[in-house]
């Protein structure tokens, strides 16, 4: 028998659908033609957490760091959430963030594929023309586009690095990791002029209106991608305030997107940049020596700067995109530095 799934939105807007024995909350939404956010949709990422407050159901295996240090009682994946009564859901999203029909199905054919260290590519794509929005690529900053794994039935997503433009050029940053189903083809198979099926844009990561507070991005690997499409938007619109951005990495060889960073430098007065080697093996600072190098972690970086607050008003918005492991011991240190948690906006990056 089929239960109920109610979900309701930060601004109280409601929206219910019915979820089939076997079935999560996303399949349910997703059959009803309600898009949840939801990168993995195996429990690895963390996108898809939100609140039941009540009912009960059956989780699939998950991994721990997914779920996230600083997510209220009663947090669930909703990928690994099987309704097994009516349940009560309450997401961490306002109903703008709600996508109500089926993801856009776009061609693109690969243009660039760009080796920046020996573990991170820069594939460049362009959207084929499309009858309803023509050749555009329209997304907001943050967002991210599944693409079906050649030859397979799989997606799999990734966020972009530029912003919405007329020409339909889309930038992503990708890990070669072993084994993973689309970073093989793209290591091994992939040419340009490929042509990939799309689907998106999606997520719901991305810039929050904050007035004049300051923004800290934090970012690990290919977690720099969406941080790089916020503050490029950041400098197309003139944002004025602070803003901070600190990539860690593990060593020198790891340090990508010097030069894109550069140029945001040139664009945002107010933007400074830390790099924080774990390793510091080799001349990284060779990289820009306007970024402050540092040794030891991002969570480092960050904790430092936030013991350096003395007024309430200073807190920053923060915007944290990297490997599980690691946004969880972000989201611990910003709990730990009394920064209101609606000021945290994370996202996890899982292995393709």
Same mark, same amino acid.
Request: hydrophobic share 40%; aromatic share 6%.
């Given at each position: *028998?089929?239960?109920?799934?109610? *979900?309701?939105?930060?601004? &109280? ?22 898009? $949840? ?16 407050? /009540? #009912? ?18 009663? /947090? ?10 009516? $349940?009560?859901?309450?997401?961490? @999203? ?44 329209? @997304? ?18 990734? /966020? !972009? /690095? ?5 020409? #339909? ?10 084994? &993973? ?5 793209? =290591? ?5 002029? =490929? ?9 719901? @990561? &991305?810039?929050?209106?904050?007035? !004049? ?50 140029? $945001?430098?040139?664009? $945002? ?18 990289? =820009? ?36 492991? *690691? ?10 530095? &009394? ?14």
């Amino acid at each position: *028998m089929s239960c109920q799934v109610r *979900m309701v939105t930060t601004d &109280g807007d409601e929206r219910v659908v019915n979820a089939e024995p076997g079935q999560s909350v996303v399949e349910a939404a997703k059959q009803a033609d309600i898009i $949840l956010p939801s990168l993995c949709g195996k429990g690895t990422c963390g996108t898809c957490v939100a609140q039941v407050t /009540s #009912g009960e159901y059956h989780l699939r295996p998950f991994e721990d760091d997914a779920l996230g240090a600083s997510a209220p009682e009663g /947090s669930a994946l909703m990928c690994c959430a099987e309704p097994t009564s009516d $349940l009560d859901v309450a997401l961490p @999203f306002d109903s703008s963030r709600l996508i109500e029909q089926a993801p856009a199905q776009r061609e693109a054919e690969i243009t660039s594929i760009e080796r920046l260290t020996p573990h991170i590519v820069k594939l460049t794509m362009t959207l084929a023309e499309d009858e309803l929005t023509g050749s555009a690529a329209e @997304f907001e900053a943050g967002q991210y586009m599944q693409v079906r794994v050649p030859g397979r039935s799989e997606l799999r997503a990734y /966020s !972009m /690095s530029n912003v919405s433009n007329w020409d #339909g050029t889309l930038e992503f940053l990708i890990h070669i990791r072993e084994g &993973g189903l689309f970073s093989t083809y793209l =290591d091994t198979q992939a040419r340009e002029g =490929d042509v990939l099926e799309l689907e998106g844009p999606q997520g719901t @990561f &991305g810039l929050e209106e904050n007035g !004049m507070r300051p923004r800290w991005f934090v970012g690990g690997g290919c977690g720099l991608a969406p941080l790089l499409s916020m503050l490029r938007r950041m400098a197309e619109w003139g944002d004025p305030q602070e803003a901070r951005l600190v990539l860690g990495v593990n060593t020198a060889e790891d340090l990508f997107g010097a030069e894109e960073i550069g140029e $945001l430098l040139d664009q $945002l007065p107010e933007l400074s940049v830390t790099v924080a080697v774990w390793h510091p093996e080799g001349d990284v600072t060779a990289q =820009d020596e306007r970024f402050n190098y540092v040794e030891g972690s991002a969570v480092d970086v960050l904790r430092a700067g936030l013991g350096e607050i003395d007024d309430e008003e200073e807190i920053p918005d923060i915007y944290v995109c990297g490997p599980p492991g *690691m946004v969880t011991a972000l989201e611990e240190a910003t709990t730990a530095a &009394g920064v209101p948690a609606e000021r945290v906006h994370t996202e996890r990056i899982s292995a393709n």
